[in-house]
C-alpha cells in the first residue's frame, strides 16, 4: 500500500475498486442504490461503484447514494465525483417510495452508538427502516450490513463464530442487529427477494476503528484495555469491495457472510507494536478475559481470497497518520465492551 498522507490520498486508497469489483460490475446489469450512504464506510463504498463503472466504460449506469446527508459538503464530494445523491429520511415511507427503482441495493442504515441512552431509537433504526426498504425494494437484490456483534461473545481458544451459528449476543444494540435480520429474511421469504447478511466486524480506516483507538491510546499515554483481548480487522477497501461483490451472493432464502480478517490480533501485541513504532510507551490496563467477539472469515476467503491490505500494512498505516496528527472522525469504536453495551 502506498504512503497515504492526506484525507484525499485516503479516500481514494478506499474507493480504489478490485479486479474482483470489476468482474461483478461486468457481470451485474442496472443501476446500484447505496442507503445510508452518509456514514463511516458509505461514500467510499459508493465512489468504489462509480470508478468501477467508469472504469469499464459503463457510463450509462447510475450509482445513487441516498442518506439524511446532514452535511451538505458530504452531498457535494460524492457529487464531484459522478454519484447521484438523494438527501431521504428512511424513516418516511413516502421519502422511501419515492426513491428511484433499482436492481441492486446495498443497505447500509443503522445505529449503534447511543443505545444506552435511547434504546428505542435504535430499534427503530434496525428494524423498522429494514421492513420499509424490504418492502420497497422487494424486487431488487439485497445486501444488508449487519454486524459480527449478532453472535455471543466465544472462547478465545475456540474456532470463533461461524456463520450457521445461533444468534444469541448481548446487548440492546446487538440485538436489534439480530432483529434487522429476521425483518429482511421475513420479506425475502414472503416476496422472494435475493438477500445477503454482510456480518462485518472492524473495518478499519485511518480515521477509525480498532487500531486507531489502541495508536491514539498509545501515542496520547492512556491506558489501553486489553479485557477483550483479541480482534479481528479488515481494511475498509477490502470490506467494500466484499460488498459489492456480495450483490452476486444474494439468495433466497438469505445467506450471510462474515466479513473480517482470518487472523487475530492480541490487543496487547497491538499496543506494543504501536509503542515500538510511535516511540510511546504503551500503558497497559486490565488482563485478558477467556472470552470475545471472534469470528471465522473462512467462508468469504473461500469467494474472495484473501484481502488485498495486510494486518501489517493497517498497522504501519496507522501510525504513521497518528504520528503526523493526521485527522480523526472522533468515534471510538469501544471494542473493549463486552456486554454489549454502547
Same mark, same amino acid.
Given at each position: 500500500?502506498?504512503?497515504?498522507?492526506?484525507?484525499?490520498?485516503?479516500?481514494?486508497?478506499?474507493?480504489?475498486?478490485?479486479?474482483?469489483?470489476?468482474?461483478?460490475?461486468?457481470?451485474?446489469?442496472?443501476?446500484?442504490?447505496?442507503?445510508?450512504?452518509?456514514?463511516?464506510? @458509505?461514500?467510499?463504498?459508493?465512489?468504489?461503484?462509480?470508478?468501477?463503472?467508469? $472504469?469499464?466504460?459503463?457510463?450509462?449506469?447510475?450509482? #445513487?447514494?441516498?442518506?439524511?446527508?446532514?452535511?451538505?459538503?458530504?452531498?457535494?464530494?460524492?457529487?464531484?465525483?459522478?454519484?447521484?445523491?438523494? &438527501?431521504?429520511?428512511?424513516?418516511?415511507?413516502?421519502?422511501?417510495?419515492?426513491?428511484?427503482?433499482?436492481?441492486?441495493?446495498?443497505?447500509?442504515?443503522?445505529?449503534?452508538?447511543?443505545?444506552? &441512552?435511547? *434504546? $428505542?431509537?435504535?430499534?427503530?433504526?434496525?428494524?423498522?427502516?429494514?421492513?420499509?426498504?424490504?418492502?420497497?425494494?422487494?424486487?431488487?437484490?439485497?445486501?444488508?450490513?449487519?454486524? &459480527?456483534?449478532?453472535?455471543?461473545?466465544?472462547?478465545?481458544?475456540?474456532?470463533?463464530?461461524?456463520?450457521?451459528?445461533?444468534?444469541?449476543?448481548?446487548?440492546? #444494540?446487538?440485538?436489534?442487529?439480530?432483529?434487522? /435480520?429476521?425483518?429482511?429474511?421475513?420479506?425475502?421469504?414472503?416476496?422472494?427477494?435475493?438477500?445477503?447478511?454482510?456480518?462485518?466486524?472492524?473495518?478499519?480506516?485511518?480515521?477509525?476503528? !480498532?487500531?486507531?483507538?489502541?495508536?491514539?491510546?498509545?501515542?496520547?499515554?492512556?491506558? !489501553?484495555?486489553?479485557?477483550?483481548?483479541? &480482534?479481528?480487522?479488515?481494511?475498509?477497501?477490502?470490506?467494500?469491495?466484499?460488498?459489492?461483490?456480495?450483490?452476486?451472493?444474494?439468495?433466497?432464502?438469505?445467506?450471510?457472510?462474515?466479513?473480517? @480478517?482470518?487472523?487475530?490480533?492480541?490487543?496487547?501485541?497491538?499496543? $506494543?507494536?504501536?509503542?515500538?513504532?510511535?516511540?510511546?510507551?504503551?500503558?497497559?490496563?486490565?488482563? $485478558?478475559?477467556?472470552?470475545?467477539?471472534?469470528?471465522?472469515?473462512?467462508?468469504?476467503?473461500?469467494?474472495? @481470497?484473501? *484481502?488485498?491490505?495486510?494486518? /501489517? /500494512?493497517?498497522?504501519?498505516?496507522?501510525?504513521?497518520?497518528?504520528?503526523?496528527?493526521?485527522?480523526?472522525?472522533?468515534?471510538?469504536?469501544?471494542? /473493549?465492551?463486552?456486554?454489549?453495551?454502547?
Amino acid at each position: 500500500m502506498r504512503p497515504l498522507l492526506t484525507e484525499t490520498d485516503l479516500e481514494d486508497e478506499l474507493s480504489r475498486p478490485t479486479p474482483g469489483v470489476l468482474d461483478t460490475l461486468r457481470n451485474l446489469g442496472g443501476d446500484i442504490l447505496v442507503l445510508g450512504a452518509g456514514g463511516k464506510m @458509505g461514500p467510499s463504498l459508493a465512489r468504489m461503484i462509480r470508478r468501477g463503472m467508469d $472504469e469499464l466504460g459503463q457510463q450509462d449506469r447510475t450509482v #445513487y447514494a441516498a442518506s439524511r446527508f446532514t452535511s451538505p459538503s458530504s452531498m457535494d464530494e460524492l457529487k464531484s465525483h459522478g454519484v447521484k445523491t438523494i &438527501a431521504c429520511d428512511l424513516l418516511d415511507r413516502a421519502s422511501v417510495q419515492a426513491l428511484p427503482d433499482a436492481p441492486n441495493v446495498i443497505f447500509m442504515a443503522g445505529q449503534k452508538f447511543g443505545t444506552q &441512552a435511547v *434504546p $428505542e431509537l435504535t430499534w427503530v433504526m434496525n428494524t423498522l427502516v429494514p421492513a420499509i426498504v424490504a418492502e420497497r425494494y422487494a424486487s431488487s437484490r439485497i445486501v444488508v450490513f449487519s454486524t &459480527a456483534c449478532v453472535y455471543p461473545l466465544v472462547p478465545t481458544s475456540g474456532p470463533g463464530s461461524q456463520e450457521d451459528d445461533v444468534l444469541t449476543p448481548p446487548g440492546e #444494540y446487538a440485538n436489534s442487529c439480530v432483529g434487522r /435480520e429476521r425483518i429482511f429474511t421475513h420479506f425475502s421469504q414472503e416476496k422472494g427477494t435475493p438477500v445477503l447478511m454482510f456480518r462485518l466486524s472492524y473495518a478499519i480506516d485511518l480515521r477509525y476503528g !480498532v487500531l486507531h483507538d489502541v495508536a491514539s491510546q498509545v501515542m496520547k499515554g492512556e491506558p !489501553v484495555d486489553v479485557t477483550m483481548g483479541q &480482534a479481528n480487522v479488515i481494511w475498509q477497501g477490502d470490506a467494500n469491495a466484499r460488498a459489492i461483490q456480495c450483490l452476486e451472493r444474494t439468495s433466497h432464502p438469505p445467506c450471510a457472510l462474515n466479513v473480517t @480478517g482470518l487472523e487475530r490480533v492480541s490487543i496487547r501485541w497491538l499496543a $506494543e507494536r504501536f509503542s515500538d513504532l510511535l516511540g510511546k510507551e504503551a500503558i497497559i490496563t486490565g488482563s $485478558e478475559g477467556p472470552n470475545a467477539w471472534l469470528f471465522d472469515a473462512s467462508r468469504s476467503y473461500a469467494w474472495f @481470497g484473501p *484481502p488485498t491490505v495486510s494486518l /501489517e /500494512e493497517m498497522v504501519a498505516a496507522t501510525a504513521e497518520w497518528v504520528r503526523q496528527g493526521g485527522a480523526s472522525l472522533g468515534k471510538p469504536t469501544h471494542f /473493549e465492551s463486552n456486554d454489549g453495551k454502547f
